[in-house]
């Protein structure tokens, strides 16, 4: 016989630590960037905090899926889709993509993936001045061939004469 799956427990924002701070923070804060930036905060910013006070409230709006089987009723309240501030809506956005990546996209064969990291002062660089950002991408990008190079000479794999031609054009956001 099958085993059940687990009993779904509705998820509770309104008791995290970073809920209660926003929610009992956001109309000072709001009220102070209103009076001590140039226009305030950017629209969208004050919509996602707003969207996260009211996300998994069941008093604002929730869905009702009843089992005609048993009868048992499951109550889901609605959630923000937040993309940035919400933990829960942002770990399932996460957790879906990454599951079309794996399902759809990705083809099954073995993937490897690097990351850049840069020093704090190269960040704001690189995300203001495109030629800044071209260069180190260039410059990563050799990095890894030069090592997928030495492998391949290494494993006494024959290497093409001419290095494949590297090409960015990145633009400012």
Known sequence: MASLAPAYVPRRPTETVLHQLVRQNLEP????????????????????????????DFSLGFSRARCDACGHDLLVAFS?????ICPSCCGRRMANVAAHLVDRVL???PVRQYLLTLPYELRKLA??????????????VEAVFTMYRSRARR???????????????????
Not at 127 to 140: C, E, Q
Request: glycine residues 8%.
């Open 155 to 173: 494993d006494g794999s024959k290497i093409p004469s001419a290095a494949p031609s590297i090409s960015f054009n990145a633009s400012a956001a």
């Open 80 to 84: 923000c889709h937040g993309r940035s």
């Open 29 to 56: 804060f709001l009220a102070y960037a209103g009076a001590n930036y140039d226009g305030g905060l950017p629209r969208y910013v004050e919509q996602e905090f707003r969207a996260y006070v009211r996300c998994g």
């Open 127 to 140: 995300a203001f001045k495109a030629d800044v950002l071209t260069a180190l991408a260039r410059i990563f």
């Open 107 to 109: 083809p099954d064969v």
